[in-house]
């Protein structure tokens, strides 16, 4: 944090972001969210001081990404146990006693099942029943999980490498914080790579060393996408340049991107390609560290920058431009808007009225008590569009999902 705090006034109540310095060190994913939109990028990454202690902007996570993170998560775990005790293939008899020491697959994935429950706790974006139905879902697709672990695991090329060290007992979290070291032969887990020349560094999920052949390999639990080959070429990148983690300087032979049911190889750039992506790289560094620093981030409103996007409540550009057209549109089967809060019209049903006090829809809530008043400005994320023959204006229906949030003008 710098000596004077860079704030940025998003005029939602308890919205006040205190902007964070541009990190030491990008990656892939927090290059490709700040060229996507500067201010979602610094938005999420910013410190909300008056509505919790945590860090970012809360998220509001859906059961894929969850999902997707406990697979990711288990498989981890199990990678790095495996690579650490130096087995030569996860389907040999001391990969079967590796997985006992941890406490079985099923265990595994239970345990990263619940470490991705915790921040649910104290995520103010979550009411108690959402929370509770996240819960229930994730919960029931241990089976499933484990099955994709299984998966993953019986495709995976092992070189056998001495012992690094020893087992962590069920429940503990495999990191790879310590000192940074030279790899030798065989396969490593979770190896972080860093281009400080550069200030770049990215999370390869293993690395197989074997004489001069070198794979990198990256696990998917998602659908296929082009930039997942852009990834590994950055990978590649990163591993010929990591002085500490590759000092000889051996190149990336092999580059893999692993999905659930198949694999894809992808090219590995020449030694004219690499100075290309290099020289790209830091010019892209460049102009995301002067966004991430500035006390105006750029906003890029469009349709399809901001469909989805976790903090755009929070963005003045969005409801300037984007939000007043989506909602006007009777294809939509979901919408945002601003307004404010009218006269009840029933027992869950209000009237929201424009900047000039008109009434311009009715709005029907699954509760009595839906988190605001008579008089507030809300922006309201997600609503429904429906229609009624006895009512001739627009209405929309608030759901489980939908969000409300209360506008400073109003408190």
């Known amino acids: 944090m710098t000596a004077t705090a860079r704030t940025f006034e998003t005029g939602v109540a308890r919205g006040r972001a205190v902007l964070a310095d541009p990190p030491e060190h990008w990656s892939y994913s927090t290059l490709k969210d ?48 495996l690579a650490n005790a130096g087995v030569a293939s996860p389907r040999t008899a001391e990969a079967s006693e590796v997985l006992v020491t941890l406490g079985g697959l099923r265990a595994v994935v239970e345990d990263e099942t619940a470490r991705q429950l915790v921040p649910l706790e104290t995520n103010p974006r979550l009411s108690a029943d959402r929370k509770r139905r996240l819960q229930r879902q994730l919960r029931e697709r241990t089976h499933d999980a484990r099955a994709q672990v299984q998966t993953y695991l019986s495709r995976t090329r092992f070189v056998r490498g001495a012992p690094r060290a020893a087992v962590a007992p069920t429940g503990q979290r495999h990191t790879s914080k310590g000192d940074r070291r030279a790899l030798a032969a065989g396969s490593h887990a979770e190896v972080r790579l860093v281009a400080d020349s550069l200030r770049l560094h990215g999370r390869v999920d293993l690395l197989t060393i074997e004489d001069a052949r070198v794979e990198i390999v990256d696990f998917k639990t998602g659908a296929e996408s082009p930039s997942h080959a852009d990834q ?15 000092p000889g300087h051996l190149r990336a032979t092999t580059l893999t991107a692993a999905y ?22 830091k010019a892209e560094i460049n102009h995301a560290s002067q966004e ?26 969005y409801w300037e431009s984007v939000a007043p057209a989506k909602s006007s549109s009777p294809d939509d089967d979901w919408f945002d808007l601003e307004a404010v809060i009218g006269e009840k019209n029933g027992q869950r049903s209000w009237w929201l009225l424009d900047g000039d006090g008109r009434q311009q829809m009715l709005l029907r809530a699954a509760t009595m008590e839906p988190g605001f008043k008579v008089g507030d400005r809300v922006r309201l994320l997600g609503l429904r569009p429906e229609s009624d023959p006895e009512v001739p204006s627009p209405i929309g229906s608030m759901v489980v999902t939908t969000e409300v949030f209360v506008l400073e003008s109003s408190t």
């Open 34 to 81: 700040i060229a996507v939109c500067p201010l979602r990028y610094c938005l999420e990454h910013a410190n909300y001081p008056d509505l919790w202690s945590g860090y970012g902007y809360p998220s509001l996570p859906s059961l894929a990404s969850l999902f997707g993170n406990v697979v990711h998560g288990a498989l981890e775990a199990i990678l790095k146990a």
């Open 232 to 246: 590994l070429h950055l990978y590649a990148l990163l591993w010929n340049a990591d002085d500490k983690s590759n």
């Open 260 to 281: 659930r049911d198949h694999e894809v190889s992808v090219d590995v750039p020449g030694r004219s390609e690499f100075a290309g992506l290099a020289a790209k790289l």
């Open 292 to 317: 991430a620093g500035s006390d105006s981030p750029s906003a890029n409103p469009s349709a399809d920058t901001c469909n989805g996007c976790s903090v755009r409540h929070l963005c003045p550009a």
